[in-house]
């Protein structure tokens, strides 16, 4: 490899691939050249890359060949068939899908979090789900400095966290319903708009929903400490871009609010937004289209002696996916740790 890595998009006309272009052209990611690829089914396809645009290449098992660096984000089966393939032509992957998350060969990187986790991949970074980044941006350094013991979070979802065609059947649903026409339910088990779905992914024999159940197990592999307990409960909202959070937290010692907002001023991608007098707090409309992570309405638990609530918001589509992974690449390249081991 020249210094400059050849890059590969995997499910680059899909609603993260497209963020992951934007991202590696907003951030000048010096790359020597970008690929564009995704199914069959939109080979040849045009995809706005910077000033420019890529023309779209089928996926297949040797469209490796010659790239350093593939960004996947074509669902868990794709990557689960696809990535082994990448890394054996001396590619390494950077994953967006639940397929690898938790392998233990496999190291799950917030880089503002566990950046030094890279120095042991073996050709496959994950990259964690969106609510769980967001999350976890927050809480480390929280843990830090007061040791987190147990986490209860409720999200509120927005659909562009489903893709594409999420999207466009909120939109369309709302027009339905505002030309008084029954509105067609699609992507999600029941209408979306104007409505809460207490369901993302699916529902597992314990009763909580996978995604729910991936906030769990992440939060503790990516934080390094299996003893954190955490507990979710997953909602998806008629809300376009920006994942919402409100979480409780219990520590081991005692941190006052004013503690927590100092503490959180300091903290690498994340912006204290705090000032309930003024109605300044975080929400989707202020995080959509921005790259850090907003935390406000921190305030201590009185119901316990050592505990915070407070509410996270990000841009689901940037920190939650393509930014955190073009993120993840950089470090890769600042460590000089582009390329599979042998
Ligand atoms: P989307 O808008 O539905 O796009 C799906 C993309 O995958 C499209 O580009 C599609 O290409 C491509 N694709 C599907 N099957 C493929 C195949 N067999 N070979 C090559 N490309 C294929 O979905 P999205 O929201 O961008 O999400 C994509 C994936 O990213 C999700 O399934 C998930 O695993 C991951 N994701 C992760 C997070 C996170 O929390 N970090 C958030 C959202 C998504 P065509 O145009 O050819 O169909
Ligand atoms: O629903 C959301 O808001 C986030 C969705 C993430 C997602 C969607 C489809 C498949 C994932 C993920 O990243 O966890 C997956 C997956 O399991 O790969």
Known sequence: MSTRPVVA??????????????????????????????????????????????????????????????????????????????????????????????????????PEVNPDDLAWHKGIIANPNCSTIQMVVVLKPLHDVARIKRVVVSTYQAVSGTGQKAIAELERQVRELFNGQEPTVAVYPHRIAFNCLPHIDVFLENEYTKEEMKMVLETKKIMGDDSIRVTATTVRVPVFYGHSESVNIETEKKLSAKEARAILSQAPGVRVLDNPGEKIYPMPILAAGQDDTLVGRIREDETIPCGLNMFIVADNIRKGAALNAVQIAEELLRRDLLRVPR
Do not use: Y
Request: charged share 20%; glycine share 8%.
């Open 9 to 110: 998009v995997v499910g680059a006309t899909g609603a993260v691939g497209r963020e992951m272009l934007d991202t590696l052209a907003r951030r000048h990611f010096p790359a020597a050249e970008v690929r564009a690829f995704a199914s069959a089914r939109s080979a040849g396809s045009l995809v706005p890359f910077g000033n420019t645009e890529l023309t779209v290449e089928e996926l297949t098992e040797n469209s490796f060949a010659g790239i350093d660096l593939a960004l996947f984000s074509a669902g868990g089966s794709t990557s689960e068939k696809f990535a082994p393939h990448a890394v054996a032509a001396g590619c390494v992957v950077v994953d967006n899908s639940s397929a690898w998350r938790m392998d233990p060969q496999v190291p799950l990187v917030v």
